[in-house]
Structures are given as structure tokens and as C-alpha cells.
């Protein structure tokens, strides 16, 4: 019945600041960026090794998620990465400090999280 995850949309507080980090900093390529007049808000489409994976909106006014402590709903939104102590220092160069890096009990796999501009968690988990 399924194939695999199509996307997962976002709703930013403040739509440059989310677009540089996603684009930017971890360096999803945009697709396309539309502004929708009928709802103020724009819908950017961000692609990472080729697939479409995440839609960036900017409505306004948007009410705040709770996200610490941990609320029922998404919980986070996890990346794969080949080595996490590379991208914990890649991203050192973008002012962003990453939690200490973790090892996941199950798997063995190292992992560490990030928070994006409005404070979703991100995790980074090795491959």
C-alpha cells in the first residue's frame, strides 16, 4: 500500500531565516518557491539527493508547537549523515552547536541533535 515517505511540510516563524538554514546550512537544494497570495504565505519545496522531502511554509501569525518537554505528535525529523562528528563540526561553522553525540542502545549507530530556527529538533544519525 505504501511506497515511502513523500515530504514532510514545516511552518515557519520566519521564512528567511528557515530557508537560509535549510538551503544554507544543511544544504537542501530548492526546488521551487511559490508565494501564495490567498493565504500570505510562501510554499518552498527542498529536495535532498535529488527527492523532494520537506515543504517550507511561512503562514502568519503561526501558534507555537511545544516541543520540550517532549509533546505528543511528530517527534523530530532525522537525517542521515555518514559520519555525525563531521556534521556536528560543519556545523560549528555555522554558529550552530549540536547536543553531546549520543549512541543509540539498540543500534550502536551515534546520533546528536540540533535545533532548527524555530526550535524543531533535528537529528543527525550515522550511518
Known amino acids: 500500500m505504501l511506497n515511502r515517505i513523500h515530504h514532510v511540510a514545516i511552518i515557519c516563524s520566519n521564512y528567511e531565516v528557515s530557508k537560509a538554514f535549510y538551503n544554507n546550512v544543511l544544504g537542501l537544494r530548492i526546488i521551487r518557491e511559490t508565494w501564495r497570495a490567498a493565504r500570505q504565505s510562501y510554499k518552498l519545496d527542498l529536495a535532498l539527493g535529488g527527492d523532494y522531502v520537506i515543504e517550507l511554509f511561512s503562514f502568519p501569525s503561526p501558534p507555537e508547537r511545544p516541543s520540550r518537554p517532549e509533546a505528543r505528535g511528530l517527534r523530530h525529523l532525522a537525517f542521515e549523515v555518514d559520519e555525525v562528528s ?17 549512541v543509540d542502545e539498540m543500534t550502536g549507530k551515534r546520533f546528536t541533535f540540533i535545533a532548527d530556527p524555530d526550535g524543531l529538533p533535528i537529528e543527525f544519525y550515522e550511518k
Do not use: C, D, G, S
Not at 86 to 102: D, F, G, Y
Open 86 to 102: 563531521a556534521t556536528v563540526e560543519a556545523l560549528k561553522q555555522h554558529n550552530i552547536i549540536a547536543e553531546p553525540v549520543r
